[in-house]
């Protein structure tokens, strides 16, 4: 059994099911109309950097938008037992952690792409009105270096901890 | 694909028996196991298909020794399986889901997958609704699905545990059918309530009831067991009383024709009727307090 097929077998699967759920995108672009109206790095003063603002902005989206980033994730291994899926894919020859681990990297990616959608929108806005590119290498790499990392952890925590209290019931009901 | 159980037992914790000591021999071929609810078929179902461990007890599938992890990866490469529940990705299509427990399964190889997909499709005729999403389907298509993905690895064992519950009666029967073709090199094990689903498909059956294995052998020596043991009864209105069960009640206008099973003898009105597996079952469920009765399969 070729376990490395099997995991990105998992990864592009998990990918398709979490970039195609409307609630993810729901939730992102609504986070993002909401901080439009409430949280506006765009309309400091033109007199400060833009960097600021890019940095602000990357402050906000890690905070707010990974936190939304987790609970989207939370639901990824519970859903296979609310599915009945978990049965079958007991019977398969793919380990578990190989599934799990595909799930957790396609589900996060996946939640991750509107995620970046929307810190585009906003550094693209930002460089818009400093008409200026020069900060965009920083909002790439404040992204990556600040967000990324954030989401990632946030992904990993939700789902093992949706895992190891659905297995302890498992365990306790069953035996 | 040859299965031995001995002496198979398994209790939940919390002290739920599930199993009592079961022995089995299977050669292979369609097996029904029946049983009523709660008799344990699907403990039993899911020990063999892997996902449970037994809490005592042997068994062998094939050439491998099902007690070992090892051996139980092993046998899940030759095996197909169609649970009781059947739950479904409902987002995904049918052609998506069944290319992705196709590559769980290990069918690495891209195009082979594609086109063993697209012939599950059409022997389950599902081909012209293979784009839809899984939501979007009726009771009867997800279980064609489910032997669908069964079959992706042409397994040498194909257990379905009550594959036809819920379904009309013409899906059913075409469910049925479906089955039968399957036949050819491989051991299907057939887990169901449904005397009918046993009596069309089975030549050899196994009946469990409260965790127990009460017979094992074939269709026909069933039949022969209840043989003398059917009675027609047709009376005015009123109930009959005896020591029998009535297996159906027929009005038929100004008299009511009853079918029972139980030791009549002779009696005034009570005709003879050739049994049949129902009749059968309720005969052998009525006897089942002997011992574990087997014939040579």
């Known amino acids: 059994m070729n376990q490395r097929a099997a995991f990105f077998g998992a990864l592009a699967f998990e990918f398709r099911m979490q970039i195609r759920r409307r609630a993810v995108w729901i939730t992102f672009i609504a986070l993002g109309l909401f901080f439009t109206q409430f949280h506006q790095p765009w309309f400091r003063p033109i007199t400060t950097p833009a960097s600021a603002a890019i940095i602000y902005w990357t402050g906000i989206v890690q905070s707010f938008l990974a936190v939304a980033a987790g609970l989207l994730l939370a639901d990824r291994l519970p859903r296979d037992r609310r599915t009945k899926v978990d049965e079958l894919l007991n019977t398969l020859p793919s380990t578990v952690s190989t599934r799990v681990f595909g799930k957790y990297l396609g589900s996060t990616i996946a939640t991750l792409v509107p995620m970046f959608v929307i810190y585009s929108l906003g550094t693209a806005f930002i460089l818009f009105r400093w008409h200026t590119f020069q900060p965009l290498p920083l909002a790439l790499a404040s992204f990556t270096a600040i967000a990324l990392p954030g989401v990632i952890f946030i992904g990993a925590f939700s789902i093992a901890c949706t895992a190891v209290s659905d297995s302890l019931c498992w365990l306790l009901v069953l035996g | ?297």
């Open chain 2, 1 to 297: 694909m040859k299965i031995a159980i001995y002496h198979l037992d398994k209790t939940y914790r919390g002290g739920v028996h599930a199993l009592y000591g079961a022995t089995l021999n299977i050669e292979g071929g369609m097996f029904g196991l029946l049983g009523p609810n709660g008799a344990g078929k699907t403990t039993l179902m899911r020990i063999l298909a892997g996902i449970l461990h037994p809490t005592n007890g042997m068994l062998h599938i094939g050439d491998y020794d099902g007690n070992s992890e090892h051996n139980r990866n092993a046998i899940k490469r030759v095996l197909g399986y169609l649970p009781q529940d059947f739950g479904v990705y409902p987002d995904l299509s049918a052609r998506e889901f069944l290319d992705y427990i196709g590559i769980l399964k290990g069918l690495d190889d891209r195009t082979g997958r594609h086109r063993r997909v697209e012939e599950l499709l059409e022997i389950v005729s599902l081909t012209q609704v293979a784009n839809r999403k899984l939501k979007t389907f009726s009771g009867g298509m997800k279980r064609r699905i489910g032997i669908a993905q069964a079959l992706l690895n042409d397994p040498q064992l194909l257990i379905v545990d009550e594959p036809t519950a819920g379904l009309d009666p013409e899906e059913r029967i075409r469910f049925r059918n479906l089955l039968s073709d399957l036949g050819g090199g491989r051991t299907i094990l057939l887990s169901t309530h449904i005397v009918e689903d046993i009596a069309q498909t089975c030549q050899n059956l196994a009946i469990m009831n409260g965790g127990h294995i009460i017979y094992q052998g074939t269709v026909a020596d069933l039949l022969r067991e209840a043989l003398g043991k059917v009675w027609i009864i047709t009376t005015q209105g009123n109930k009959p009383e005896g020591n029998f069960t009535a297996v159906s009640t027929l009005n038929m206008g100004s008299l009511v024709q009853y079918r029972v099973v139980g030791e009549l003898s002779a009696r005034a009105g009570a005709i003879p009727a050739e049994p049949n597996l129902e009749d059968s079952y309720v005969w052998l469920m009525r006897e089942q307090r002997l011992p574990l009765r087997a014939s040579t399969l």
